[in-house]
């Protein structure tokens, strides 16, 4: 590692007042052993790993492993002035290149340099050092220069390398300090090593450029004068009794830092003493460091570990505070950061202005586990809102305040003098300050669950939202012991859902955000209606859930994202990809936002405390890459292609794959890609994080694949293109396309010959279809003359039926006639017989006499039955020849007999119809029966079955 100069003048801030964020790469992530020994960059950014399992490669999205033929440990890598990457493993040396399509192979160069005969084992370190590359090995160094190999052997073996301030350095065990002298290709000794008892893990620089600072592996620092030849023992890190030791170290900005084999990375001061409880590099995911690559430009470190790599940023603009528990609130009072948690109430020094790491040391209050909601200062006291209730913190230590449980915070009420409110699980607590703290009895008449809420100005009156139940609006008397006004509010009152209203102060207007949208409340209507300002600033489709305005900067918490705009600001850009690291780790409805300047917030979560830097930083130039091209051919086979301009591609095409990144872009980051492909895409894709795009059956064409891409800090990279060329498939070529046009040709004329001939052929068609339609007009007309003819025949039968239907209901109505007059006259007959008997005199007997013999001659007789024969005859035609025809013998009087049967007259209706009995009746009808041949069947059946047959005649 090269390590210039810089003298130690300014002092570094990065270790005192920047809180480092560390990304940690494990196993998962690289998928290759955990030791990792070296590192370099090239002049791309792509970064190239040591390991145990060879050479692994990181572009900021993927990784590759690259191995070596012997599959050895990769201990050795550096990029020289040419940007070629140098490699060295066990017995192997040889360099990185990459091939068209964009992987990357490693390519010995042990022939070349004939050294494949000689036993190097492992190459420890390689340098490069005025136009040459140098490795070290235990037994030798081997300097390449202009294609030529030189073998400088140890005296005893080489221990440690490294250039300070353009000088060449190597330990040899027990002979001392040599510095390599490219003129002559030899090494000139420097110092005598006689006073170090350990081997060197780096020479670094010290105050004055003659000088270097030695650094041990025991842990032992010298100073060595080049100009003196002297080395000089400064101290000793470790006690004797301390199982420690220093693996690497390496000089950042300033300050050296040391890797270790158990204690992470310790800093030197100026002074060369350990810095104490330093907590800068507490957060390492391993202890033993076996490396450190320093990003000086990019104001980073890459810890390479027994077991992972960690990358340590000192110019990102998120740092992690604390990581023990969910952040309910945070406050600052006197320098002192208090944090409400899940698990308690946690303090540590913060000065806002001016705070270091070293102030950071997070305590606990005791007595306080459990959740505690929020942190308030009132009248010089530090008020804890808990679970357990209401707490004063007196010098860090709580004291209670009341016995009531469930407070969830405290708002000083305008228009009093030292009066507060406490907001509880269950209604709301007068809270007074007298020289000391009192908590009241609960106000009568309201008992929800308090904990958002808002003083409408200076008056008694207050909104609260409930999380499920809507929001209140509650009118407190004077002396603060009761509700004597409430009016709830639900989604009958403008809201369209009564869940997840919350309520804030804007602009000194007092709105209610909610899942869909941002509300203010209207006196007059006593509604609820949508705040225009807002809604066309936040997305009225996603949930807000918190509103923060800090003079001319508005906090918001959206659907899980934070964010800020400025109302200075004409446009009001919406700021949120900063944070969106947060999403998915918001303490939902208690997310706690602090401003701590114009360029600096924190906000708590989930899992800890945030710090963010909000001053926008110039970016470091950085390209966006293509780095692998894949296609999918018809048979499903995939293969790699050459990232070369107006490359000409198969016509096969089932998927095209297109995978980029952007390595210059700091790799903790997220980053977020666009892409279009000219000849398919008429504009850019929307971002996306997916650091790749696939495109399937693509058409023949020329094409012009663009990407470029962006981090969430605002940075961006520059964009690149790949031109390619996929051909068009024979039957798309020019000569097709003639061959088409002519084709086209004979069947235009071939269907214009079958046009004339079938539309001659359809005019036949249509003479002989005229003739056909005369003909079936002609029957249509004949059809419709039969049809009047129906219709009229149709008309008539059912005039007869009508007629017939009368002509029934006169006979059925006559012979009821007939019925009547007979039973009348039989009765009118035998009650004057009777009344004959009574008589006292023979003159009116024989009188009476004479009228009963006049009415004899007069019965009804055999002309009234005549004319209903004749009725019945009209009405019922054939049916007594019908019955003729069956039996010839059959009398006149049988006839009727049947006739009235058929009428449904009873025996005793036709009784007297026949001057017979009822018991004669039913001998007739036996009789006729008999004649008639009926067995089982019923007689009235019979006979209207007879009716609907057709006569014999």
């Not at 390590?3 to 801030?13: C, L, S, T, V």
């Not at 209401?390 to 860090?396: D, Y």
């Not at 949930?543 to 446009?571: I, P």
């Not at 056909?772 to 004949?782: M, Q, R």
């Amino acid at each position: 590692m090269i390590i210039p100069f810089r003298g130690f003048a300014q002092k570094n801030d990065s270790f005192e007042k920047i809180i480092p964020k560390i990304t940690h790469y494990t196993r998962t992530d690289f998928e290759a052993d955990g030791q990792f020994w070296t590192m370099t960059e090239d002049e791309d950014g792509i970064l190239y790993f040591g390991n145990n399992d060879g050479i692994l490669i990181y572009d900021g999205e993927r990784w590759q492993k690259v191995a070596l033929p012997n599959h050895s440990t990769v201990r050795s890598l550096i990029k020289d002035k040419n940007n070629v990457i140098h490699a060295g493993g066990y017995n192997e040396i040889g360099i990185v290149k990459k091939k068209s399509n964009g992987t990357y192979y490693y390519l010995s160069q042990n022939d070349d340099l004939e050294i494949e005969s000689e036993n190097l084992e492992n190459f420890w370190q390689v340098h490069e050092f005025k136009n040459t590359i140098i490795y070290r090995s235990f037994s030798e160094l081997t300097v390449l220069s202009n294609k030529n190999t030189s073998h400088i052997k140890a005296n005893g073996n080489f221990l440690h390398s490294g250039i300070v301030n353009n000088h060449y350095y190597v330990q040899d065990q027990n002979t001392g300090i040599f510095e390599f002298d490219p003129g002559s290709f030899s090494l000139q000794k420097q110092f005598d090593t006689s006073i170090i008892n350990s081997s060197i893990v780096a020479f670094l620089p010290s105050k004055t450029i003659d000088e270097v600072l030695i650094v041990t592996k025991s842990g032992e620092l010298f100073l060595a004068n080049r100009s003196t030849h002297q080395l000089q023992f400064l101290k000793s890190l470790f006690n004797r009794d301390e199982q420690e030791q220093i693996i690497t170290a390496t000089y950042f900005k300033g300050d050296y830092l040391l890797g270790t084999l158990s204690s992470k990375i310790l800093k030197l001061n100026r002074a060369f003493e350990i810095e104490p409880n330093h907590a800068t590099f507490d957060k390492l995911s391993n202890s033993t460091v076996l490396a450190i690559y320093p990003q000086e430009k990019n104001n980073r470190l890459w810890v390479l570990m027994n077991n992972g790599i960690d990358l340590v940023e000192f110019d990102s603009p998120v740092s992690q505070l604390f990581d023990n528990s969910s952040i309910a609130d945070m406050h600052i009072y006197k320098n002192i950061l208090y944090l409400a948690t899940n698990t308690g109430v946690y303090y540590t020094p913060f000065k806002t202005e001016n705070f270091t790491i070293k102030d950071l040391r997070f305590k606990k209050i005791p007595d306080l586990e459990g959740q505690a909601w929020s942190i308030t200062e009132e009248n010089g006291d530090v008020l804890v809102g808990h679970d357990k209730g209401l707490f004063r913190l007196n010098n860090f230590q709580p004291e209670r305040i009341g016995s009531t449980n469930g407070i969830w915070k405290i708002i000083p009420l305008k228009g009093y003098t030292d009066q507060y409110l406490a907001a509880g699980y269950s209604g709301l607590y007068p809270l007074k300050y007298n020289g000391k703290w009192q908590l009241d009895e609960k106000i009568k008449g309201f008992d929800e669950s308090s904990r958002d809420i808002l003083q409408i100005g200076s008056t008694n009156n207050l909104w609260i939202c409930h999380g499920y139940k809507g929001v209140y609006k509650l009118k407190l008397d004077d002396r603060l012991d009761r509700v004597y006004a409430l009016e709830h509010y639900t989604d009958q009152n403008g809201l369209q859902s009564s869940f997840n209203v919350n309520v804030a102060l804007y602009n000194d207007v007092i709105v209610f955000t909610t899942n869909t949208g941002i509300y203010t409340f209207n006196e007059e209507t006593s509604k609820f209606t949508l705040y225009k300002p807002l809604n066309e600033l936040l997305n009225p489709k996603l949930n807000t859930r918190k509103l923060l305005q800090q003079d001319s900067r508005v906090w918001f918490v959206q659907d899980d994202e934070v964010g800020y705009f400025d109302t200075d600001n004409q446009n009001k850009e919406l700021q949120k990809n900063l944070f969106l690291n947060l999403k998915g780790n918001l303490n939902r409805g208690m997310e706690s936002i602090l401003p701590l300047t114009d360029q600096q917030v924190l906000i708590g979560a989930t899992n800890g405390v945030f710090l963010y830097d909000l001053e926008e930083k110039a970016a470091e130039a950085a390209k966006t890459k293509i780095t692998r091209v894949y296609l999918q051919g018809k048979n499903q086979t995939t293969t790699s292609l050459n990232l070369e301009n107006n490359e000409q591609l198969s016509n096969a095409v089932d998927v095209l794959r297109f995978e980029f990144a952007a390595p210059g872009l700091p790799p903790s980051s997220q980053k977020e890609f666009q892409y279009k492909l000219e000849g398919i895409d008429t504009d850019w894709s929307a971002w996306s994080t997916n650091p790749f795009k696939e495109y399937t059956h693509p058409n023949g064409g020329d094409y012009t694949f663009k990407v470029r891409a962006r981090n969430y800090m605002g940075q961006a990279a520059e964009e690149t293109s790949l031109s390619f060329t996929i051909p068009h498939p024979w039957y798309q070529t020019n000569l097709a396309y003639l061959v088409y046009i002519l084709i086209l040709f004979v069947i235009t004329f071939i269907i214009i010959k079958l046009v004339n001939k079938k539309i001659e052929k359809e005019r036949q068609k249509e003479k002989l279809a005229a003739h056909k339609s005369k003909k079936l007009l002609e029957l249509e007309i004949e059809q419709l003359k039969l049809e009047k003819d129906k219709a009229r025949i149709k008309k008539d039968k059912e005039q007869l039926e009508e007629d017939n239907l009368i002509k029934s209901k006169e006979l059925a109505n006559y012979t009821m006639l007939l019925v009547k007059k007979k039973e009348i006259f039989t009765d009118t007959f035998n009650a004057l017989k009777d009344f004959r008997n009574s008589l006292k005199t023979q003159a009116a007997r024989k009188r009476l006499q004479e009228v009963l013999f006049n009415l004899n001659q007069h019965r009804m007789g055999e002309e009234y039955l005549n004319v209903f024969d004749v009725h019945f005859e009209k009405v019922h035609q054939n049916f007594f020849n019908q019955l003729k025809e069956i039996d010839p013998s059959i009398t006149k009087r049988e006839l009727r007999l049947c006739a009235f049967v058929k009428m449904n007259l009873t025996n005793k209706e036709i009784a007297p119809l026949l001057n017979i009995s009822t018991r004669g009746v039913e001998t007739a009808r036996y009789r006729i029966r008999k004649k008639l041949n009926i067995n089982d069947e019923s007689f009235n059946a019979y006979l209207e079955n007879l009716a609907e047959t057709p006569s014999i005649n």
